[in-house]
């Protein structure tokens, strides 16, 4: 069995002259927060993308050193706030992990995406030799589910994805590719800071909601040729009150309006069985 578990946009801050006031809040919700999900003794812990609001090393070492006095395994795909304050060259010596890759267990085919632009806060898509290294990882291990990871969601998908009222540029619907595999696949995406589930032909897109705005994890459990795909409240009253003033004051974060999840986006139990 793989237990994974999944954190949505975290956003972890430095300390600056604007974000002084917020300091206890941060320390005190991210103790509890990790503390959290550490609790649940995942093989594989993953953030879908802005793990950090302004992408400095200190803010990437800083989250890391969680991890690494844990003794867990962390992985993390790109999101476009960790992009904004080194060239990726430099920004991936730091957290020692490749910008994009895959990784295959007895249980299933993990597929991680750059779907950032260089220092672009906006910009978003793959590249042409991510594009082409992504053709040949769709068709592999048709016998087990393939996972992918990206920051941003695929369009016209979840909620919050980009629509179609203009034509895309190369390489940023990704859809053409996901469906020249034949079975069921996941696509897991974050960015939007609300949770959104859409089953699409053979795909699901299952989009995470950011800490600040939603206290929970995705936990993913493959047992066998079953995923099973949950929703964990991260809970307790502290750490609720500094997520609300982190989502409340820190400049900078977006804050999504108007938008309701669905009870179908919170409490999610996918049971697929593969072949």
């Known amino acids: 069995m793989l237990k994974i578990v999944l954190i949505g946009d975290l ?32 093989d594989l812990y993953i953030s879908i993308g802005d793990l ?40 991936l010596t730091v957290t020692g992990q490749p910008r994009y890759g895959a990784m295959e267990t007895d249980e299933a085919l ?20 991510q594009w082409d290294w992504l053709r040949e990882q769709i068709p592999r291990s048709m016998d087990k589910p393939i996972l992918v990871f990206g920051h941003h969601p695929v369009p016209e998908t979840t909620s919050g994805s980009p629509g179609g009222e203009r034509p895309f540029m190369p390489y940023q619907d990704m859809r053409p590719l996901l ?5 069921p696949g996941f696509y897991f995406n974050g960015h939007t800071h609300t949770h959104s589930v859409v089953h699409q032909g053979q795909w699901r897109f299952i989009q995470t909601a950011a800490a600040f705005c939603r206290p929970c994890f995705r936990l993913i459990e493959l047992d066998g040729h079953q995923v099973r795909i949950r929703t964990i409240d991260a809970g307790g009253d502290s750490l609720l009150r500094s997520a609300k003033a982190l989502h409340d004051r820190l400049k900078g974060f977006h804050r999504p309006g108007g938008e309701i999840d669905e009870q179908t986006d919170l409490e999610i139990d996918i049971r697929e069985e593969f072949d």
Do not use: C
């Open 11 to 42: 956003h972890y801050f430095a300390s600056t002259d604007d974000n002084a006031p917020l300091l206890n809040d941060r320390d005190s919700f991210f103790d509890n927060y990790v503390r959290t999900i550490l609790d649940n003794g995942a």
């Open 110 to 129: 993990l597929v991680f995406l750059d779907t950032t632009k260089e220092a672009e806060l906006h910009g978003w898509g793959l590249d042409a030799e």
């Open 179 to 183: 469906r020249e595999r034949g079975g």
């Open 52 to 91: 950090t609001h302004m992408g400095l090393a200190e803010e990437f070492e800083s989250l890391q050193q969680y991890f690494d006095d844990a003794g867990a395994t962390f992985r993390s795909v790109l999101g476009n706030h960790d992009v904004l304050s080194m060239p990726k060259s430099e920004l």
